[in-house]
Structures are given as C-alpha cells and as structure tokens.
C-alpha cells in the first residue's frame, strides 16, 4: 500500500462514517417537516423534472436537498471504494464494497418509500437499512489500521452480541413507534395502525433491557481485567445511551417536539455505530496489540 493511498484510507472511512450519519439526520428532517412527498414522485421530483421549479415550495426543497445529498454520499463510498481496493486487503475491499452498494439499494428503497405513500413499514425498512450502513462503515473504520485479529469466544463476548442484538430491537421498535404517530412523513400519510401507547412502551422496555445489558457487559468486563479501549468503548455506549433515552423520555411528555424528536434520530445512529464498535472491541481485545506488532 503506498503512502499516498495509506494516508487517504482512515480520512475517506471516517467521512463514511460522517456521511451515512448525516443523511439519518435530513432524512429524518424531511419526515419531521411532512416533506415526505414534497417531490411527490422517484427518481424525478416532479413528473417534468428531476428537481424543483418554478417557485420552489418548503417541503420539496427539504426532500430535494435529501435526495441530493445522497450524490455527496456517493461520491464519498466511490472514493472509499477505490483507495481501499487499492490497498489490496480483501477486509476493506469487502466493507467499502457493502457500504457503497447499500447507496443503490436505499435509492430503490426509497423509490418504493415515494411510490407507496409513505408506507410506514418500508420507511421503517429505510431507516434500518441506513443504520445498517452505518455499523459497516464502523467495521471499517476499526480495520483501517491493520487486519483484525481473530475474533475470540466466552461470556464477555456472549454479553457482547446480546447486547448487540438488543440494540438492534430498541432501533426497530423505534422505526414502528415513529410509524404509529405523528411523525411518520407526511399529514396525509397512513400509519401503521398500531397504539402509540403500547409500541412506546414497549420500545421503553427494551431501551431498559439495553441499558442493562450495557452496564452488566462494563462490569463484567472490569471483572476480568478487559483492555481498556473495551470497556472505554462500552462507557462512551452507556453515554449515548443515557442521552438517548433522557431525549426520549422528554420527548414522549413534551408531545414530540420535532427538535427533540431530530436529536433523537441523531441519537439512533450513534448508538448503531457504537454498539458495533463496542462488539468489535469485546471480540477482539488484543486488537490494539496486534495493531502495533
């Protein structure tokens, strides 16, 4: 790998990073401003024209300014792409290549997101797909500075993936609250028809149930003596964790501030990147080791 190229790749992963958590946040601006379907039809914004005119209206300036930014998105997986092949490691080939291909697949997601009126199931498939994204782009970040070691087995590790796993239900049971009440994209959109009372509570258990598993994985891991960028990396998760559900609870009594409720879908993206990076830590402790040999 040339020095050029070596410099380029820990830049361009972290702009991956960056990038994918970004268009969370405009993604979440267009359902919170009902801009779902300023552009009102895919790939075009209007049925003469891929952008707005005439004079350009709110909503389709918000979901126009989405949609742009996923060029910006591209441009940043293209490059991504091509100095991480070539360095020749097949890791960062494989993750840069998934991240750049979940573009093309958002875009078609988003497509059928438009042509069916905001179907909240396939926004909900939409948001997941991003945090998806997102934990890729973390998995490459971690392997820029050399081959991972091989990932090791035990309880700290078991503890590790259920709390993976359980991340992961608090973010879908949040894509269903957010289908089931006001914010789901548009004023006119369908929701999903199910009680805002009982999926938020249900999401509010699992965000405990989470939270839990965190704090026994921190204590576990001080237990037996884990590296310290392990349990560092399960602290800044607990952090974020925190944060997010005190934004949720202010939110949930304060009738949704769009405010609160943007901060929150911020919030979601971070705990996607942190809870895989918190996996990646546990299942390889020796990485920083094995990094500087």
């Known amino acids: 790998m040339g020095v050029r190229t070596d410099r380029l790749v820990r830049p361009l992963a972290w702009a991956s990073v960056v990038a994918n958590v970004l268009i969370v946040v405009t993604g979440g601006a267009v359902r919170l401003t009902g801009s779902g379907l300023g552009c009102p ?4 914004c209007t049925d003469e024209s891929f952008r707005p005119h005439g004079a350009l209206q709110f909503h389709q300036a918000v979901e126009f300014g989405n949609r742009t930014l996923t060029f910006v998105l591209t441009a940043v ?3 991504t792409l091509v100095v991480c092949w070539r360095t020749g490691r097949r890791d960062l080939r494989l993750m840069s290549a998934i991240a750049f291909l979940g573009i093309p697949f958002q875009a078609v997601i988003g497509g059928i997101t438009v042509l069916t009126d905001l179907n909240p199931w396939i926004v909900s498939l939409h ?4 945090m998806a994204i997102i934990g890729v782009t973390v998995r490459l970040l971690l392997a820029v500075r050399g081959p991972l070691p091989p990932a090791r087995r035990g309880p700290t590790v078991g503890l590790a993936w259920a709390t993976f796993a359980a991340a992961w239900a608090v973010l879908y049971v949040g894509t269903v609250v957010t289908g089931s009440g006001p914010h789901a994209g548009d004023a006119e959109t369908e929701r999903n028809g199910l009680d805002p009372l009982q999926v938020s509570q249900l999401h509010a258990d699992l965000v405990f149930l989470f939270v839990g598993l965190t704090l026994g994985l921190l204590f576990l891991l001080m237990a037996v003596g884990a590296p310290h ?5 399960v602290l800044v998760l ?7 559900g005190t934004i949720g609870f202010v939110q949930y009594f304060t009738d949704l501030p769009e405010v609160l ?5 911020l919030g979601a993206a971070l705990v996607s990147a942190c809870v895989t990076w918190v996996l990646l830590r546990v299942r390889r402790p ?5 990094h500087a040999s």
Do not use: C, K, N, Y
């Open 41 to 44: 039809t895919w790939p075009r």
């Open 238 to 244: 607990l952090v974020v964790e925190l944060a997010q």
């Open 261 to 265: 409720v943007g901060f929150h879908m």
């Open 77 to 79: 997986a293209i490059a």
């Open 286 to 290: 020796v990485l920083d080791a094995a």
């Open 229 to 233: 960028a392990a349990r560092q990396a």
């Open 127 to 130: 948001l997941l797909l991003s």
